[in-house]
């Protein structure tokens, strides 16, 4: 198809595989997140009347439509920590999403059987609170690292998909820009992208340089001139020889630079587990030993597990999944502030 495009006439460029492609996973991170809000927020509610004093047959149906809200926080926003629990479980280690889902099913468990057998207490509130607070974290941590994506692949776009080559017979081919090795001669109309590093060997224009130096107003190139990938030509045709090819080109050193800083994100996230890793067992250890010693010292299973429920939850590494997210999305709030900033004075 390019070979008869180009006997027309017509140059061809290869598409963008996934441009039409959307990533599904943050629709459904805020899709679990509202159900799980949607039962807290429910749950809190009819909770508050049943520490007001309700009478029993009243806190026994508030119970029963606590139970039901919370089924469904459990079974449509639970999975996004019990997959991720399974999946290290599996692999015979611990992560932050272990201590988490043990604690959620256990708390739910035990207000499910105090709800069936007309028992006092019930701590739906505390299981689906769990599940709508950590999700405000983990929901934050993969938009921050989309938006990194996204600028990836927008930095990406910018680099054509091929260059006129000019042969040493005076020939011209259009090559794709993986072929470009330094000292080719490139021809670059007006309107299109530099595709490598390059010095201007012919001609004069106006180069758009915003990608590399932020200053929106045109840069005047004319022989002897450097041009750098991803810049583009506005004003007239250039005839550039290339310095560099496409993997050593300064477009593709913003790009392994913007991955590289998705990546730093992404090692918060794994010095969390790597903490998880070291106290999970402790928080476990202390949990079965708390049941035990309640349990010899009472010889009341109920109150026992129920204790042991409460220092699992509360050992549980909230602050770690909400801390990092929000530290980043502060950092990026301010990161993208400066660059603003630096833009309106160049403008200026």
């Known amino acids: 198809m390019i070979e008869t495009l ?25 899709r ?62 611990t992560n932050m999403d272990v201590p988490i889902s043990i604690g959620i099913c256990l708390a739910f468990g035990l207000s499910l059987y105090d709800t069936i057998h007309s028992g006092e207490h019930a701590y739906f509130d505390a299981a689906t609170s ?56 490139i021809d670059l109309a007006a309107g299109d992208r530099v595709p490598v590093d390059g010095r201007v060997e012919e001609g004069a224009s106006d180069m758009d340089c915003a990608i590399a130096t932020g200053e929106s107003a045109p840069q005047h190139v004319g022989p002897g001139s450097v041009v750098t990938a991803g810049t583009l030509n506005l004003a007239g045709p250039l005839r550039i020889v290339a310095t560099a090819n496409a993997e050593s080109s300064f477009l593709a050193e913003m790009v392994r630079m913007m991955e590289a800083a998705e990546g730093g994100r992404a090692r918060y996230r794994r010095l969390a587990d790597r903490a998880a890793q070291l106290y999970s067992p402790v928080v476990h250890t202390a949990a079965v030993m708390t049941f035990l010693g309640w349990i010899t010292a009472t010889g009341d299973w109920h109150r026992a597990i129920g204790i042991a429920i409460a220092v699992l939850i509360i050992t549980c590494p909230c602050a770690l999944g909400l801390a990092v997210p929000i530290v980043q999305v502060v950092a990026a709030r301010r990161l993208f502030g400066k660059r603003d900033h630096a833009e309106g004075w160049f403008r200026n």
């Not at 963008?16 to 991170?29: F, S, V």
């Open 130 to 185: 769990l599940i709508f607070f950590l999700l405000i974290g983990r929901t934050l941590d993969y938009a921050m690292r989309e938006r990194a994506r996204v600028a990836v692949r927008g930095l990406m776009r910018l680099s054509p998909r091929g260059a006129m080559i000019v042969r040493n017979d005076g020939s011209r081919d259009y090559v794709p820009v993986s072929e470009v090795e330094p000292g080719m001669r």
């Open 32 to 93: 679990a997140l509202s159900v799980a809000g949607f039962s807290a927020m429910n749950i809190m509610l009819l909770s508050v009347s049943i520490w007001s004093g309700a009478d029993a047959e009243t806190r026994q149906a508030f119970h029963w439509i606590s139970a039901a809200l919370a089924t469904i926080a459990l079974l449509y926003s639970g999975p996004v920590f019990f997959r991720s629990a399974w999946a290290a479980l599996r692999r015979g280690r």
């Open 6 to 30: 180009s006997s027309l006439g017509y140059a061809a460029h290869l598409s963008e595989a996934d441009a039409g492609t959307a990533d599904p996973e943050l629709p459904r991170l805020i």
